[in-house]
């Protein structure tokens, strides 16, 4: 007799839960959004937002974190302030920054500009690049040179976007080293 309830009783449950199975739809959903998630259209209007139609604005006059603003123009009237007027915020190297220097110059620098910055890198010797110019017949000063560096000059292009601030410096420093070597 007991085995006899027991087997009614599993029939019972199996029928009970098989019952109400559907194969389209579950029929009972946990977390309902996970399945079904809210569809938004790209660039619609939110209400998420002030204004209802574009993101939060900084606040005006804000500088982004870590960004220091450099405040010559791109423009050759910004150059020649630049080789007036500015000047270096690095005090004194270690030795640890000259390998540092060295190293960033020869990755970004001297492919043109040679090893020694006389003008004679890979791309002049294959004749890449024509008139790079020798850093010995050149008139340089530490504004002027980290100006070239952030905003380029002729052929050569920006590398504001490939070095930080700080390591343009280093590189201006490396490049007097170089002009005072040749």
Request: glycine share 8%.
């Amino acid at each position: 007799m007991k085995t006899l309830y027991k087997i009614v009783a599993l029939a019972g449950v199996s029928a009970l839960t098989t019952s109400c199975f559907h194969k389209e739809k579950p029929n009972f959903q946990l977390f309902p959004n996970m399945y079904e998630s809210v569809a938004y259209e790209t660039y619609s209007e939110s209400s998420a937002f002030n204004n209802g139609k574009e993101g939060q604005l900084p606040a005006k006059g804000s500088i982004p974190r870590g960004f220091d603003p450099y405040e010559y123009e791109n423009t050759p009237e910004g150059l020649a302030l630049a080789k007036a007027n500015l000047k270096s915020p690095l005090d004194s190297l270690t030795d640890s920054d000259h390998a540092e220097a060295k190293q960033l110059f020869t990755i970004y620098c001297a492919i043109c500009h040679g090893d020694k910055g006389d003008g004679k890198g890979n791309l002049v010797k294959r004749e890449k690049f024509l008139g790079v110019p020798n850093y010995a017949e050149r008139e340089l000063t530490e504004g002027g040179v980290f100006h070239v560096i952030t905003y380029g000059l002729n052929s050569m292009g920006s590398h504001k976007n490939q070095l930080t601030q700080h390591e343009r410096w280093l590189v201006t420093d490396y490049v007097l080293k170089l002009k005072s070597e040749l």
